[in-house]
């Protein structure tokens, strides 16, 4: 939640957090995020026409982050053949 919190602080976006909030269907996901992206039936930004596009640019900034980048989280395990050791 907090990497999404950034963007939309970052797209200059209001939102609000209800953190409390779950879904039905897998009740270990908790918390939503409410964002106004109309005025008056109009965009607020242009860039963001309907929720997939906010969608898209998130994703698209997420691995960008600086928390991401620098190393901040936890390295990920390669997957692929083991090398053999050399006798």
């Given amino acids: ?3 999404i919190d950034d963007m939309l602080k970052f797209l200059g976006l209001t939102f609000t957090v209800e953190p409390d ?4 269907r897998d ?3 908790r918390g939503r995020f409410k964002v106004k992206l109309f005025e008056a039936k109009k965009p607020i930004k242009p860039e963001f026409k309907d929720r997939k596009a906010l969608f898209c640019k998130i994703g698209e900034l997420i ?4 928390s991401r980048v620098s190393g901040a989280a936890a390295p990920v395990a390669q997957k692929g053949k083991k090398e053999k050791k050399k006798k």
Avoid: V
């Avoid at 909030?21 to 039905?24: D, R, V």
């Avoid at 691995?63 to 600086?66: A, E, G, I």
């Fill in 27 to 29: 009740p270990s996901q």
């Fill in 63 to 66: 691995p960008k982050l600086q």
């Fill in 1 to 3: 939640m907090k990497e």
């Fill in 21 to 24: 909030k779950g879904y039905s």
